[in-house]
């Protein structure tokens, strides 16, 4: 079973620029979280979604960020304009149920903003 | 008050000891808690989950939860240099609500295992 895809591994922009990830789940698994790893810190969950619905967005800064997962499969996530503070590694993990904790995490996107 | 909290260490054992991890949760209403382990520049993978009071355990590996003191640990037998990591408590997000899958994670604690 493949596992969860993320593109790119690294990604270096300046502040005020705009940068995309991209991920693509474990076949088959509907649900769909984007987190972000501050370095030092644990990951912070950013958005949540239920096939192509978002489940919850609340911690997401929408004044800057967005998702989407079109079709219900793979899923982009957007900085825009980018900051200092958002160096980070974005991670995405997909689940059979929503309601299962055991996700998988794909191997994330290292962001430096500089 | 954080809503989970790890002593973030670095915590350094000599092989073939005992290493204790701890976590304290300040949501009353969770009833889920996971271990996570995640190696430098990997992502975490889950290593132990737990429910009831007492302790479980899997291999080298206890988790122990004591919900009336709101604390959680994870014991590593036998430690080898393989397991240094850092290790990640999590717990659903608002747990007293419907958290559906969500977690939030402490900042980890870093443990080193020395031959």
């Known amino acids: 079973e493949a596992g969860v895809a993320q593109s790119p591994r690294y990604k270096i922009i300046e502040k005020r620029q705009s940068v995309a990830f991209w991920c693509n789940p474990i076949?088959?698994?509907?649900?769909l979280y984007w987190y972000q790893q501050i370095l030092g810190q644990g990951p912070k969950l950013l958005i949540q979604?239920?096939?192509?619905?978002?489940?919850?967005d609340s911690q997401l800064p929408k004044d800057r960020f967005s998702a989407e997962r079109l079709k219900g499969v793979d899923s982009t996530l957007k900085i825009q304009p980018a900051k200092l503070e958002d160096s980070a590694v974005y991670l995405c993990?997909?689940?059979?149920?929503?309601?299962?904790?055991?996700?998988?995490f794909g191997s994330g996107t290292r962001l430096t903003v500089v | 008050q954080k809503e989970v909290e790890q002593n973030s260490g670095p915590l350094s054992v000599p092989e073939g000891a005992i290493a204790s991890l701890n976590c304290t949760y300040s949501d009353r209403g969770s009833q889920s808690f996971f271990w996570y382990r995640q190696y430098s520049g990997k992502s975490p993978e889950l290593i132990m989950s737990i429910y009831s009071n007492g302790d479980k355990e899997d291999g080298r590996f206890t988790a122990q939860l004591n919900k009336a003191s709101q604390y959680v640990s994870l014991l590593i037998r036998d430690s080898q240099p393989s397991d240094s990591a850092t290790y990640l408590c999590a717990v659903p997000l608002n747990a007293g609500g419907t958290s559906y899958g969500k977690l939030t994670f402490g900042q980890g604690t870093i443990l080193t295992v020395h031959p």
């Open positions: 979604f239920q096939n192509n619905g978002v489940v919850d």
């Open positions: 076949s088959g698994h509907a649900t």
């Open positions: 993990a997909s689940s059979p149920l929503p309601t299962a904790y055991g996700y998988t």
